[in-house]
């Protein structure tokens, strides 16, 4: 089944990290992707301890696309875009029992990643691998390609008062 966790709220990740940890809890094997966080966001620390997980290789660094110049803009596409092959790749491979493509819609949007390769993706693979997909707007086809839509809406975050992020909380 295929899986849509969007929006503007806080917890579409810690929502696929939660999904993950059950399906690793029940002995599934779990591929998880995550666009646009470096290897220090600390659910990476939590999902390592889990030997069915198995987590990309994130950058050690990364800006937000709306920061990145063209330059970064061109690196950054070619470290998703292997990201994404090596782990689809696995996933078939090595039958992963569910892969997660943490903020895929927002690469997407960026124009960091091809979005009809992602579609073609979930389109077509294997029945058995549930796939769970975050970000905040995805395009329509992966909202009716999906089995269970949530969106998550904010209605107050302490970035609204210029409060920044807290290890812990948000990364």
């Known amino acids: 089944m295929i899986h849509t966790y969007y929006g503007d709220g806080k917890g579409k990740t810690t929502a696929a990290v939660g999904l993950a940890l ?7 094997r779990v591929m998880f992707v995550q666009f646009l966080k470096t290897e220090f966001s600390g659910e990476r620390n939590a999902l390592h301890v889990f030997e069915n997980i198995t987590l990309t290789e994130n950058p050690l660094e990364m800006r937000f696309t709306y920061e990145m110049d063209e330059r970064e803009r061109q690196q950054a596409s070619v ?3 292997g990201m994404f092959d090596r782990s689809v790749a696995l996933t078939l491979s090595e039958r992963y029992d569910m892969i997660v493509l943490d903020e895929v819609f927002d690469v997407i949007n960026a124009g960091l990643l091809s979005e009809s390769e992602v579609f073609e993706f979930i389109r077509n693979a294997p029945v058995n691998i549930e796939i769970v997909m975050t970000g905040h707007m995805p395009p329509q086809r992966f909202i ?5 839509v949530t969106e998550f809406k904010k209605i107050k975050h302490p970035y609204d008062r210029g ?3 807290r290890i812990g909380i948000e990364f």
């Open 79 to 81: 470290i998703f875009r």
């Open 144 to 148: 009716d390609a999906s089995d269970y």
């Open 163 to 165: 409060i920044t992020g």
């Open 22 to 28: 059950r399906a690793a809890g029940n002995k599934m």
